[in-house]
């Protein structure tokens, strides 16, 4: 199964809204992995005491970008997984069954 899917993953793709890390273009799912710093994690999103109000808006801004790349992606079809980096390290497994799932059903 592993290296049928690695035949499907295209990595990085940039022509793609919102540059995902990860598209399966076929099956028009893309996966992002998202830093629990610059996506604001709220488990584990610690900003730094400097400059504290630029980092607020600099992690809001990407939030919003978030949202908008998931509403505009999922309008033109695409299926839009989006996991926390302490996710894919701690529980790559489950992350990974969401994956399977999906390109089995799509």
């Avoid at 940039?14 to 099956?27: A, Q």
């Amino acid at each position: 199964i592993a290296g049928d899917i690695a035949k499907q993953v295209n990595p990085n793709i940039k022509t793609i809204f919102g540059k995902p890390d990860i598209v399966f273009r076929k099956k028009k799912i893309v996966v992002f992995i998202d830093s629990c710093f610059w996506h604001g994690c709220p488990k584990h999103c610690r900003l730094p005491s400097a400059r504290r109000s630029y980092w607020v808006n600099k992690i809001n801004r990407n939030k919003s970008r978030d949202k908008e790349v998931n509403r505009i992606l999922k309008k033109e079809d695409w299926k839009v997984f989006r996991f926390w980096e302490h996710n894919l390290k701690r529980n790559h497994d489950s992350c990974l069954k969401k994956i399977l799932l999906a390109l089995k059903n799509n």
